[in-house]
């Protein structure tokens, strides 16, 4: 076992070289929809169940499946109204299952990442043939389903192993979200070829926030916003990013939306805001920051 | 290199539609739109968790929600209980008064609901069904009791006769009108909806993928599924995540005021479930924000209170097939 990732070097949050956005923009503010499947059957895995209840969990998968019945089209509402474009962590079996979903994304002009095949389908224990077969096959799946590029990655259900870093980079993954270590892009270090992180979250996250922190709606947006204000101020010294990732069968709850509605139009409120999409916030970096950052850490972070 | 077993890369149900032949995917905006009596744009189902905890449930596999989870013999859980926020969440205590209360409060708005009734309290209390049947209350069969979940666990014969235990209970006491079935604690094997249809039931609630309804196909019939939240519940909320009796009644409505957008929006109606429970807001100190809810929810307009088999006649009426 690792006693740590070993994926990136140490990055104090002062001195760092300045991260300027387009058009003078102090914050790349980014939406994950995950768009998932968790399936009825799934088989087990050594390292986790995916049910908590025994299998069938009618509980767990009906409240899932709420998501791509139900929450999904009013989440999508609401960004569109506030022209907040998503960045989908897609469980790619959905583009088998739920064309209509796929297209509707793509309607909107979202981007499509991979969160793998399905959320009930870890990375816990696979050799590196196995998931490179299934990097491999999601990139195929996604150009198949919306003639997009995979760029993008976060493991179903975050279930990463050691190796998972390197294998995306070897397959031409440009960026990762499994790594939660900083709330601006940074590279990655990997075996052979290119990878960076940019910044998920599981702090304004809505699984973590309303399942595990119990938190009502009102005060999710509240969260929300206070993340914003945080990260928008101190962009003001060096661009920041804020990623805003949900989950249609939470945000997307009759209860809920309206949470969401409110944190949209807060943050496109304000004129200093990139409404980005991860690729975009990935392309920029490498293209004006990645080398910069590079030459600092090699410098010592003087 | 080792890894996974090779079938784990394996997925024989990736396919158009669901991964099982249970019902088929209907996306929100695909639904039928559907119209309830006087144009309302809400119907509104208050729905009662009715559950009998026995003191000696099991717990495996895993302990229903409001189960015993004092070690044995749980006076507390079973009469009464100290939640830890100064809240007193209780069961039987919800048979003997809670349920009461909330009787009072919709008796004296005019408004119906449906109790998802733990078979076994159509004996035990019949005392109780009476006032139920005198209230107008729908009776929903919930299963036998608290103790008796179904799972995969459960072998086939056995889970049979629960069922049809817990049927001729409910029906002994309310006649064949009982036409709605609840899965204790949402659990299910992956008989019960075919054991459910053959008893005779014509609607079940549990499964908490949708607003609206939809048909779910058995080899022994069809079922019409009906809404019901657990993420909206107090269940949920007050008794599971400890949250304030207000947050409850504040989200309810919130969802009550997306949906009532969404019916103005689409033309269509929309339906609220709101599932509650009697030893939790049955109780002293909660029952006034149940009833400010109730009036909320009333003065909002456009609201048809309606039992859960109403709701389902109504919506089958214009979805024949």
Redesign the interface.
């Given at each position: 076992m690792l006693s740590e990732p070993g994926h990136y070097d140490y990055m104090p949050w002062r001195r760092r070289p300045r991260i300027t956005w387009p058009n003078g923009a102090r914050i790349a503010f980014w939406v994950a929809p995950n768009i998932e499947h968790y399936e009825l059957d799934p088989p087990p895995n050594a390292r986790r169940m995916p049910w908590t209840r025994p299998q069938p969990d009618v509980l767990g998968y009906s409240w899932r499946d709420y998501g791509n019945r139900v929450g999904f089209w009013r989440m999508a509402d609401v960004m569109a109204r506030h022209g907040v474009r998503g960045s989908v962590s897609l469980n790619v079996a959905v583009c088998d299952h739920y064309p209509e979903i796929i297209e509707r994304c793509c309607e909107l002009d979202w981007e499509l990442f991979s969160h793998g095949t399905y959320n009930t389908r870890y990375f816990y224990g696979m050799n590196e043939d196995q998931q490179r077969a299934v990097i491999r096959e999601n990139r195929e799946t996604i150009k198949r389903a919306s003639g997009q590029e995979l760029d993008g990655w976060l493991t179903p259900a975050i279930s990463n192993d050691e190796t998972t870093q390197h294998l995306l980079a070897e397959e031409g993954i440009k960026y990762t979200l499994d790594m939660l270590h900083d709330d601006q892009p940074t590279p990655i270090k990997v075996r052979s070829g290119h990878l960076i992180s940019i910044p998920y979250s599981l702090e304004i996250n809505d699984v973590p926030l309303l399942i595990m922190r119990n938190t009502p709606p009102e005060r999710f947006a509240a969260i929300c916003k206070a993340q914003f204000d945080q990260l928008y101020e101190e962009g003001a010294e060096s661009g920041t990013v804020m990623c805003m990732p949900l989950h249609p069968f939470l945000i997307g709850q009759p209860h809920r939306v309206s949470a969401l509605d409110d944190v949209l139009r807060y943050v496109v409120g304000h004129d200093k805001v990139w409404l980005a999409t991860g690729r975009e916030i990935a392309a920029w970096y490498t293209e004006h920051h990645l080398a910069e950052a590079q030459s600092w850490i090699a410098a010592g972070t003087p | 290199?080792?890894?996974?077993?090779e079938?784990?890369?394996y997925?024989p149900?990736?396919?158009?539609?669901?991964?099982?032949e249970i019902y088929p995917?209907?996306?929100?905006?695909?639904a039928q739109p559907v119209t309830w009596p006087n144009g309302a744009r809400i119907a509104l189902c208050i729905a009662v968790h009715m559950g009998h905890f026995p003191m000696d449930m099991p717990l495996k596999?895993?302990i229903a929600p409001g189960g015993m989870e004092r070690p044995y013999p749980s006076y507390w859980d079973y009469t009464l209980r100290d939640y830890g926020n100064w809240d007193y969440t209780l069961r039987d205590y919800g048979n003997r008064i809670g349920v009461y209360r909330l009787m009072n409060s919709l008796t004296v708005r005019g408004m119906p609901a449906t109790a998802l009734l733990s078979a076994i309290l159509a004996r035990r209390y019949p005392a109780l069904m009476d006032d139920l049947a005198e209230a107008r209350w729908e009776i929903a069969c919930a299963g036998l009791d608290m103790g008796r979940l179904h799972?995969?666990?459960v072998p086939l014969d056995q889970e049979r006769a629960t069922v049809q235990e817990a049927a001729a209970l409910v029906r002994a006491r309310f006649g064949t009108s009982v036409r709605g079935w609840h899965?204790p604690?949402?659990?299910?094997?992956?008989d019960t909806l075919r054991l459910v249809a053959e008893a005779g039931f014509s609607f079940t609630t549990?499964?908490?993928?949708?607003?609206v309804p939809y048909v779910m196909v058995t080899d022994a019939g069809r079922l019409i599924c009906m809404p019901l939240?657990?993420?909206?519940s107090d269940q949920r909320?007050l008794h599971q995540?400890?949250?304030p009796t207000e947050?409850f009644t504040?989200?309810?409505l919130?969802?009550?005021?997306?949906?009532d957008r969404e019916a103005e929006a689409t033309g269509s109606g929309r339906i609220?479930v709101v599932p509650i429970t009697p030893w939790l807001m049955g109780v002293p100190h909660r029952i006034r924000a149940f009833n400010a809810m109730l009036d909320s929810m009333m003065a909002r307009g456009s609201v048809w209170p309606a039992t859960m088999g109403q709701i389902a006649d109504h919506w089958r009426a214009q979805n024949p097939n």
């Open positions: - | 290199m080792k890894g996974l077993p079938d784990y890369l997925y149900a990736r396919r158009r539609g669901m991964d099982h995917f209907r996306a929100l905006p695909k596999p895993f799972h995969s666990g899965s604690a949402h659990s299910e094997s992956s549990g499964w908490a993928n949708d607003d939240s657990q993420d909206l909320m995540q400890h949250l947050d504040k989200a309810i919130t969802a009550h005021q997306t949906l609220l």
